[in-house]
């Protein structure tokens, strides 16, 4: 089933204000549909009753569901419970209110966490997602979206409601979370290099830097999820079909900032995660989708984006 996102259609999108949420709004723009997205202080989508009275309100012909509880790497190991127990919550009140409501499809915002490790495969494919258990390092939010995942396939066996689950890599670029404490490998050190450049100090960056990842840039996330929504079906793959060490990362940032690569020190005592991970992109591939952005170039906006607006970031 296909569904095109045609003129005057109500879209609405769950976590609109994040990275992803204001890129996808920035492409909606230019298919001519109403969107509606709530702030978190608008709407909280832990709270049952109010969710599916918003999607009442609303009645949306499609949602875009990117609101979550986001940690990086230090956050989820340091907050399993939090990380459970909202997801859970946030997620099971959209789906609902979207059955409630008549949506006709959902496309969600899964995590490339949901896989198995060790991985199956070098290559992720679709199929492996419940072949074991993921990462203890994002164990609880890997679970969370998996049962988002479960929710949404059992939501359209028995009531009908379209859907797909967006399996995604490292995601980036302006109004991300830069807190490098617990935020994503790449904002979190896009603020360490800009500490660093304004401060003349040496920048740590956390492991080794031989953890490989797929790193898609926002306004290519939101080109992907328009196909998605008009010609995906299920679980699919979202990412660049690209893999990069968390060392090309820094330095490429490295000569963004103009502070060198003499001036970065590695903690080794600090985690890596898992060390490769790759999604066969094959699926999304066969929409149409292709990225717009290589990672220089998205590397290039997103740290000049940040200069530009330390003072509203995320921090």
């Known amino acids: 089933m296909t569904e095109k996102l045609t003129n005057g259609a109500v879209v609405l999108v769950t976590g609109g204000r994040g990275l992803v949420g204001r890129a996808l709004q920035n492409r909606l723009a230019e298919a001519n549909v109403k969107v509606v997205a709530p702030t978190s202080s608008e709407l909280d ?43 859970v919550m946030i997620n099971t009140n959209v789906i609902e209110g979207s059955r409630l409501a008549g949506v006709k499809k959902v496309v969600s915002m899964g995590s490339g966490c949901v896989y198995p490790y060790p991985p199956p495969a070098e290559h992720l494919t679709e199929d ?31 009531y009908g409601l379209d859907y797909a689950f967006v399996v ?74 690209q893999v990069h060490k968390i060392h090309d990362i820094i330095e490429c940032l490295a000569e963004v900032s103009g502070i060198g690569m003499d001036a970065v020190q590695f903690d080794t005592s600090k985690p890596d995660g898992q060390e490769y991970r790759y999604y066969d992109v094959s699926k999304l591939q066969a929409l149409g989708f292709k990225p717009r952005v290589t990672l220089a170039e998205g590397l290039q906006k997103t740290y000049d984006w940040f200069v530009k607006n330390y003072d509203q970031a995320r921090l």
Not at 53 to 75: C, K, N, Q, T, W
Not at 213 to 223: G, L, P
């Open 45 to 87: 989508l832990r709270d049952p009753n109010a969710t599916h009275a918003f999607f009442r309100e609303v009645s949306p012909d499609y949602v875009f569901h990117l609101a979550a509880r986001v940690y990086g790497i230090m956050g989820n190991i340091m907050n399993k419970g939090v990380s459970i127990y909202e997801n």
């Open 128 to 158: 492996m997602i419940f072949r074991g258990e993921p990462h203890s390092s994002e164990d609880s939010y890997a679970h969370s979206k998996r049962l988002m995942y479960a929710m949404q396939k059992a939501y359209q066996e028995q």
């Open 168 to 241: 995604s890599g490292n995601l980036f670029g302006p109004h991300d979370s830069f807190d490098f404490e617990s935020g994503h490998v790449i904002p979190s050190l896009v603020h360490k290099f800009y500490n660093a450049a304004r401060e003349m100090t040496p920048i740590v960056a956390w492991g080794t830097g031989k953890a490989q990842r797929d790193f898609t840039y926002s306004s290519d996330v939101a080109e992907a999820l328009t196909f998605i929504m008009e010609g995906g079906q299920g679980a699919i793959n979202m990412g660049s079909g």
